[in-house]
């Protein structure tokens, strides 16, 4: 655009006003993008501790079943502490036939920002009765 004096190039308000609005929308998104990948990235780092976690705890019962069976003794629910996030876990065992054969049930639940999240796993455990 040309300027009143005729020979000096410059912005008008609109051209300034328009250039300002641009800018304002693509920081406000760039910003929420930085944001929603942050919270992904720490739901998922946090989803691999729980994962390791879960993993010991069905081990850990499975062993139990192979040793003891129906007198196997473990908790059922408790909580614990991943990077300052509280995890809600319960576990059930029941037999499955007459073969000695149990199945375990795992679930754990934490708050992550906004949503709940939960995770479930199964195993399943033989007891072989020692004579």
Do not use: H
């Not at 308000?13 to 641009?22: G, H, K, Q, S, W």
């Amino acid at each position: 655009m040309m300027s009143i004096t005729g020979n000096r190039r410059s912005f008008t308000l609109i051209e300034v006003m328009v250039a300002t609005v641009i800018l304002a929308v693509s920081t406000v998104w760039i910003s929420q993008s930085f944001f929603m990948a942050l919270n992904s990235y720490n739901y998922c780092a946090r989803y691999l501790g729980v994962v390791a976690w879960a993993n010991d705890k069905i081990w850990e019962a499975q062993d139990n079943l192979r040793q003891s069976g129906p007198l196997a003794v473990m908790g059922d629910s408790g909580e614990f502490t991943q990077e300052k996030k509280n995890v809600a876990w319960s576990l059930a065992y029941a037999p499955v036939g007459e073969n000695n054969l149990y199945k375990i049930d795992l679930e754990l639940s934490w708050k992550e920002g906004p949503r709940n999240s939960k995770l479930q796993r199964s195993a399943y455990a033989v007891y072989y009765a020692q004579e």
